[in-house]
């Protein structure tokens, strides 16, 4: 996989990408991470990125020209996704990041200020991302958080293949509590069927505390998750205990 992005503050990224699971993908050849200041794109002496909004109103606008150019020298004659982290795009998730994971070259846009001119998302995006709906200052930290929450997907990047599967939400609910070493802390023991080397009885155990975690913090999750029988008759068990 093969990711450029776009931005006006290149060094933001220089410290994420390069510790822990970042860095060993790329270290390994399984991402090519590639990123591209705006600024050098302009044609002017000051390297004028932004300029007052039409209309009027406060802050700035990214101007359209050297965001084209960009994505144009990068993208050349190839067809590659190109996605615009916007508070207008469609709301990050699992799924989505695990679609992104399928591609093997895109490019980001990180916004900043009062946003890009209009004719970036109209003519250039081809995607519209927002990972929340809160505020941030640019693009730089939601493009992180897209860039890692895809490239843990590409197999071979997690030392077991496994573990983006057991992720939260890898499979619509929560993720499962976890404990290790040592058995007892403080007094506090690690469950019993987690000992019993009982492998059965342990996912039994771990699917029905993901389930009884999700309908606690995020019931909402349940709508969309895929469930099965017994995972419906538990779910409706656990609600007439809360009556």
């Known amino acids: 996989m093969h990711i ?11 410290g994420p990408f390069n510790e822990s699971i970042i860095k060993r993908a790329v270290e390994r050849g399984l991402v090519n991470i590639s990123v591209y200041n705006i600024r050098d794109r302009t044609s002017d002496k000051h390297h004028i990125v932004d300029d ?13 020209e050297p965001i084209f150019e960009t994505v144009e020298m990068v993208r050349g004659e190839r067809d590659i996704p190109v ?4 508070p207008q795009g469609r709301l990050f998730n699992q799924h989505i990041a695990a679609e992104i994971a399928g591609y093997e070259e895109f490019i980001i846009i990180c916004g900043h200020y009062e946003g890009v001119d209009e004719r970036v998302r109209e003519h250039l995006a081809t995607d519209e991302i927002s ?18 929450a895809a490239v843990r997907q590409i197999t071979g990047v997690l030392g077991s293949d496994e573990s983006a599967g057991e992720d939260s939400h890898a499979t619509g609910l929560l993720e499962y509590p976890q404990y290790t070493r040592p058995q007892d802390f403080r007094g506090w023991d690690v469950p019993e069927v987690l000992l019993s080397g009982n492998h059965a009885e342990v996912a039994r155990w771990r699917r029905e505390q993901s389930l009884r975690r999700t309908a606690k913090r995020r019931p909402d999750l349940l709508e969309r998750a895929i469930l099965s029988a ?3 008759v ?4 656990i609600r007439s205990e809360e009556e």
């Open 131 to 148: 990972i929340g709906d809160y505020v941030l200052s640019g693009g730089e930290l939601a493009a992180m958080v897209v860039v890692d």
């Open 4 to 14: 450029h992005i776009l931005t006006l503050f290149p060094n933001m990224f220089t």
């Open 83 to 86: 996605i615009l982290l916007t």
């Open 52 to 64: 007052y909004p039409y209309g009027g109103g406060p802050g700035m606008v990214l101007k359209p």
């Open 230 to 232: 017994k995972d419906r």
């Open 234 to 237: 538990f779910l409706a068990r």
